[in-house]
């Protein structure tokens, strides 16, 4: 089972000029449509002034679940350049968001799709691209006496600790590589968080 998906390491801008007009790229690895949102809205509100605030994104292993927006551009000429940059970079849980200051002169339909284009090229370009495996989360619950076991089977596998309890029982919350959680769940005492 292949796991592996390309995204963003961290939040990237990027910037393109034509006639007048600039386009401000950002660029942000996101998990959810939600924080998608959040993101757009934020810009939204920094960058008040702008004429457009177009974006696309990506989600899932394959970039099954995605959406493009021309925010009041020509049906066409925002959302699916930046979506198709998406596709061309190979990479998903990925937001992109473009926003436009009109410059005075009209760009037509082809010259939106090349700026909208160049702009998220651009943003990409600068972004540091890696790989990642998608990710289950898991809580194991066990006594003392099986700790040493049960840390020992994390170990074997590229889990990523994210809490530890010790009380009367031990808890451990996890991230683990999907094609591994089976490892984990042989544990037991596992449950999905």
Do not use: W
């Amino acid at each position: 089972m292949n796991d592996l998906y390309k995204t963003l390491a961290a939040q990237s801008e990027g910037i393109y000029k034509e006639k007048g007009s600039r386009f401000l790229a950002f660029a942000y690895p996101i998990n959810s449509v939600d924080e998608a949102m959040q993101i757009v809205a934020e810009l939204k509100k920094k960058y008040h002034d702008a004429h457009h605030h177009c974006y696309a994104y990506r989600l899932g292993l394959n970039g099954e679940d995605f959406r493009a927006n021309d925010d009041g551009e020509p049906s066409g000429t925002a959302g699916r350049p930046i979506h198709g940059q998406l596709l061309s970079f190979e990479v998903t849980n990925v937001l992109v968001v473009v926003v436009r200051y009109f410059g005075g002169i009209k760009l037509g339909t082809s010259g939106l799709i090349v700026a909208y284009k160049s702009a998220t090229s651009d943003v990409l370009s600068a972004a540091e691209i890696v790989e990642r495996h998608e990710e289950i989360g898991l809580r194991v619950t066990c006594n003392y006496e099986q700790l040493t076991y049960v840390l020992k089977q994390i170990a074997a596998t590229e889990a990523r600790i994210v809490s530890q309890n010790y009380d009367m029982t031990c808890s451990i919350d996890l991230y683990v590589p999907k094609s591994q959680a089976e490892m984990i769940k042989k544990i037991g005492g596992v449950e999905e968080l």
